[in-house]
Protein backbone atom coordinates (compact mmCIF):
# COMPACT_ATOMS: atom_id res chain seq x y z
CA UNK A 1 0.00 0.00 0.00
CA UNK A 2 1.53 3.50 -0.76
CA UNK A 3 2.14 5.49 1.84
CA UNK A 4 0.25 8.59 2.22
CA UNK A 5 2.07 11.90 1.12
CA UNK A 6 1.35 14.94 3.29
CA UNK A 7 0.51 17.81 1.37
CA UNK A 8 2.53 21.50 1.77
CA UNK A 9 -0.40 23.99 1.05
CA UNK A 10 1.66 27.35 0.47
CA UNK A 11 -0.08 30.22 1.69
CA UNK A 12 0.37 33.48 -0.23
CA UNK A 13 -1.15 36.47 1.71
CA UNK A 14 -3.03 39.20 0.22
CA UNK A 15 -2.44 42.66 0.75
CA UNK A 16 -4.64 44.80 2.44
CA UNK A 17 -6.38 47.58 1.08
CA UNK A 18 -6.45 50.62 3.17
CA UNK A 19 -6.77 54.66 3.39
CA UNK A 20 -2.95 56.14 3.30
CA UNK A 21 -2.07 57.02 7.03
CA UNK A 22 0.91 60.24 7.52
CA UNK A 23 3.04 57.44 8.21
CA UNK A 24 2.95 56.13 4.81
CA UNK A 25 4.61 58.88 3.27
CA UNK A 26 8.32 58.06 3.24
CA UNK A 27 7.16 54.69 1.66
CA UNK A 28 4.83 55.71 -0.57
CA UNK A 29 7.74 58.46 -2.09
CA UNK A 30 9.68 55.14 -2.10
CA UNK A 31 7.57 52.97 -4.34
CA UNK A 32 6.56 55.72 -6.54
CA UNK A 33 10.27 56.54 -6.75
CA UNK A 34 10.42 52.57 -7.91
CA UNK A 35 7.97 52.82 -10.45
CA UNK A 36 8.23 56.02 -11.95
CA UNK A 37 11.85 57.38 -11.35
CA UNK A 38 12.88 60.60 -9.43
CA UNK A 39 12.44 62.26 -13.22
CA UNK A 40 8.69 62.22 -12.17
CA UNK A 41 9.14 65.86 -10.84
CA UNK A 42 9.21 67.34 -14.37
CA UNK A 43 5.81 66.00 -15.85
CA UNK A 44 3.15 68.25 -16.32
CA UNK A 45 1.21 66.27 -14.03
CA UNK A 46 3.26 67.68 -11.61
CA UNK A 47 2.42 71.07 -12.23
CA UNK A 48 -0.78 70.90 -10.93
CA UNK A 49 0.39 68.60 -7.51
CA UNK A 50 3.34 71.08 -6.47
CA UNK A 51 2.94 72.83 -2.98
CA UNK A 52 -0.41 70.97 -2.78
CA UNK A 53 -1.71 68.10 -0.41
CA UNK A 54 -3.02 65.04 -2.34
CA UNK A 55 -7.08 64.79 -1.05
CA UNK A 56 -6.58 62.57 2.40
CA UNK A 57 -9.54 60.81 2.83
CA UNK A 58 -9.16 59.08 -0.98
CA UNK A 59 -5.62 58.26 -0.89
CA UNK A 60 -5.42 54.07 -0.37
CA UNK A 61 -2.32 52.12 0.56
CA UNK A 62 -2.19 48.23 -0.32
CA UNK A 63 0.19 46.96 2.78
CA UNK A 64 1.40 43.05 2.86
CA UNK A 65 2.27 42.45 6.17
CA UNK A 66 4.29 45.54 7.01
CA UNK A 67 5.61 46.29 3.53
CA UNK A 68 3.50 49.10 1.73
CA UNK A 69 3.20 47.39 -1.84
CA UNK A 70 0.48 49.89 -3.79
CA UNK A 71 -0.47 53.33 -3.30
CA UNK A 72 -3.13 55.80 -5.17
CA UNK A 73 -3.33 59.26 -4.42
CA UNK A 74 -6.14 62.10 -5.82
CA UNK A 75 -5.68 65.54 -6.34
CA UNK A 76 -7.95 68.09 -7.03
CA UNK A 77 -7.87 70.19 -10.19
CA UNK A 78 -9.93 73.11 -11.46
CA UNK A 79 -11.99 73.06 -14.52
CA UNK A 80 -13.68 76.37 -16.40
CA UNK A 81 -17.10 76.12 -15.07
CA UNK A 82 -16.48 72.51 -14.81
CA UNK A 83 -17.79 69.44 -12.46
CA UNK A 84 -15.72 68.97 -9.18
CA UNK A 85 -12.79 67.49 -10.65
CA UNK A 86 -10.26 64.90 -9.89
CA UNK A 87 -6.66 64.35 -10.65
CA UNK A 88 -5.58 60.84 -10.32
CA UNK A 89 -2.18 60.07 -9.32
CA UNK A 90 0.32 57.87 -8.91
CA UNK A 91 -0.51 54.59 -8.98
CA UNK A 92 2.40 52.55 -8.49
CA UNK A 93 2.72 48.62 -7.49
CA UNK A 94 5.92 47.49 -6.31
CA UNK A 95 7.24 45.83 -8.70
CA UNK A 96 7.29 42.14 -7.19
CA UNK A 97 3.32 42.12 -6.97
CA UNK A 98 2.44 43.41 -10.16
CA UNK A 99 0.08 41.76 -12.08
CA UNK A 100 -1.65 40.42 -8.93
CA UNK A 101 -4.77 42.38 -8.94
CA UNK A 102 -3.64 45.10 -6.43
CA UNK A 103 -3.44 48.29 -9.00
CA UNK A 104 -7.03 47.15 -9.45
CA UNK A 105 -8.29 46.79 -6.03
CA UNK A 106 -6.92 50.59 -5.46
CA UNK A 107 -8.81 52.11 -8.24
CA UNK A 108 -12.47 50.26 -7.89
CA UNK A 109 -12.11 51.68 -4.55
CA UNK A 110 -10.57 54.90 -4.55
CA UNK A 111 -13.06 55.61 -7.95
CA UNK A 112 -16.06 54.43 -5.90
CA UNK A 113 -14.75 56.75 -2.95
CA UNK A 114 -14.47 59.46 -4.63
CA UNK A 115 -18.00 58.79 -6.41
CA UNK A 116 -19.37 58.29 -3.05
CA UNK A 117 -17.94 61.80 -1.35
CA UNK A 118 -18.98 64.15 -4.41
CA UNK A 119 -16.49 63.84 -6.73
CA UNK A 120 -18.00 63.91 -10.38
CA UNK A 121 -15.11 63.57 -12.83
CA UNK A 122 -11.59 62.68 -12.99
CA UNK A 123 -8.88 63.08 -14.88
CA UNK A 124 -5.30 61.09 -15.41
CA UNK A 125 -2.31 61.30 -17.71
CA UNK A 126 -1.33 57.27 -18.11
CA UNK A 127 -0.99 54.02 -20.58
CA UNK A 128 -4.25 54.35 -21.97
CA UNK A 129 -4.36 50.23 -22.45
CA UNK A 130 -4.65 49.56 -18.72
CA UNK A 131 -6.82 52.38 -17.54
CA UNK A 132 -9.99 52.14 -20.13
CA UNK A 133 -10.67 48.97 -18.65
CA UNK A 134 -11.97 51.40 -15.71
CA UNK A 135 -13.69 53.46 -17.85
CA UNK A 136 -11.56 56.03 -19.16
CA UNK A 137 -11.23 57.59 -22.15
CA UNK A 138 -9.19 59.86 -24.44
CA UNK A 139 -12.27 61.46 -25.86
CA UNK A 140 -13.40 62.75 -22.39
CA UNK A 141 -10.46 64.91 -21.91
CA UNK A 142 -9.59 66.05 -25.69
CA UNK A 143 -11.19 69.67 -25.24
CA UNK A 144 -8.75 70.17 -22.34
CA UNK A 145 -5.28 71.32 -21.66
CA UNK A 146 -3.13 70.64 -19.05
CA UNK A 147 -0.28 73.35 -17.78
CA UNK A 148 2.22 71.76 -19.79
CA UNK A 149 2.93 69.35 -22.30
CA UNK A 150 1.89 65.71 -22.40
CA UNK A 151 1.29 63.14 -24.83
CA UNK A 152 -2.26 63.80 -26.12
CA UNK A 153 -2.82 59.59 -26.20
CA UNK A 154 -2.42 59.22 -22.68
CA UNK A 155 -4.56 62.49 -21.40
CA UNK A 156 -7.79 60.44 -19.88
CA UNK A 157 -11.28 61.42 -18.54
CA UNK A 158 -13.80 59.59 -16.76
CA UNK A 159 -17.17 60.48 -15.52
CA UNK A 160 -18.34 59.75 -12.01
CA UNK A 161 -21.53 61.45 -12.71
CA UNK A 162 -23.25 61.03 -16.34
CA UNK A 163 -22.16 63.75 -18.68
CA UNK A 164 -19.98 65.37 -16.25
CA UNK A 165 -17.74 65.94 -18.89
CA UNK A 166 -19.85 66.62 -21.65
CA UNK A 167 -18.60 70.16 -23.53
CA UNK A 168 -16.28 71.00 -20.39
CA UNK A 169 -13.14 72.63 -22.39
CA UNK A 170 -10.01 74.79 -21.57
CA UNK A 171 -7.28 74.55 -19.21
CA UNK A 172 -7.04 72.19 -16.20
CA UNK A 173 -5.49 74.64 -13.30
CA UNK A 174 -4.05 73.89 -10.10
CA UNK A 175 -6.71 73.64 -6.28
CA UNK A 176 -7.24 76.94 -4.52
CA UNK A 177 -4.98 76.15 -1.29
C1 LIG B 1 0.52 49.84 -14.03
C2 LIG B 1 0.28 49.30 -12.62
C3 LIG B 1 -0.26 50.40 -11.72
C4 LIG B 1 -0.79 48.17 -12.72
O1 LIG B 1 -1.05 47.62 -11.46
P1 LIG B 1 -0.99 46.03 -11.26
O2 LIG B 1 -1.41 45.71 -9.88
O3 LIG B 1 0.34 45.55 -11.71
O4 LIG B 1 -2.08 45.56 -12.32
P2 LIG B 1 -3.37 44.65 -12.09
O5 LIG B 1 -2.95 43.37 -11.44
O6 LIG B 1 -4.46 45.42 -11.46
O7 LIG B 1 -3.80 44.39 -13.58
C5 LIG B 1 -3.07 43.52 -14.38
C6 LIG B 1 -3.51 43.71 -15.79
O8 LIG B 1 -3.12 45.02 -16.25
C7 LIG B 1 -2.27 44.91 -17.36
N1 LIG B 1 -1.30 46.00 -17.27
C8 LIG B 1 -0.42 46.23 -16.28
N2 LIG B 1 0.33 47.33 -16.56
C9 LIG B 1 -0.10 47.78 -17.75
C10 LIG B 1 0.28 48.86 -18.55
N3 LIG B 1 1.24 49.71 -18.18
N4 LIG B 1 -0.38 49.04 -19.73
C11 LIG B 1 -1.36 48.18 -20.10
N5 LIG B 1 -1.77 47.14 -19.36
C12 LIG B 1 -1.14 46.94 -18.20
C13 LIG B 1 -1.65 43.53 -17.24
O9 LIG B 1 -1.20 43.08 -18.50
C14 LIG B 1 -2.83 42.72 -16.73
O10 LIG B 1 -3.71 42.46 -17.79
P3 LIG B 1 -4.75 41.22 -17.76
O11 LIG B 1 -5.70 41.48 -16.61
O12 LIG B 1 -5.44 41.31 -19.07
O13 LIG B 1 -3.92 40.01 -17.55
C15 LIG B 1 1.55 48.69 -12.00
O14 LIG B 1 1.98 47.62 -12.81
C16 LIG B 1 2.70 49.68 -11.83
O15 LIG B 1 2.79 50.34 -10.80
N6 LIG B 1 3.61 49.75 -12.81
C17 LIG B 1 4.75 50.66 -12.72
C18 LIG B 1 4.37 52.01 -13.13
C19 LIG B 1 3.81 52.02 -14.54
O16 LIG B 1 4.25 51.33 -15.43
N7 LIG B 1 2.79 52.81 -14.76
C20 LIG B 1 2.18 52.86 -16.07
C21 LIG B 1 0.79 53.36 -15.95
S1 LIG B 1 0.82 55.14 -15.80
Known sequence: MAASKAKTVRRIAAPVVMP????????????????FGPERFRKTAYRLR??????????????????LVGTIRFWEVTLQSGP????????????????????????????AKA?????????????????????????????LTLPGPVDPQ???????SLGALHGVQGLVGRAKT
Open 154 to 160: RFLGLEL
Open 20 to 35: ELPQHADAIETLVDLG
Open 84 to 111: KTLLLGPLAIHPDRQGQGIGRALMEEGL
Open 50 to 67: DGIDPIAELGLVALLGKQ
Open 115 to 143: RDTGWQAVILVGDAPYYTRFGFRRDLAQN
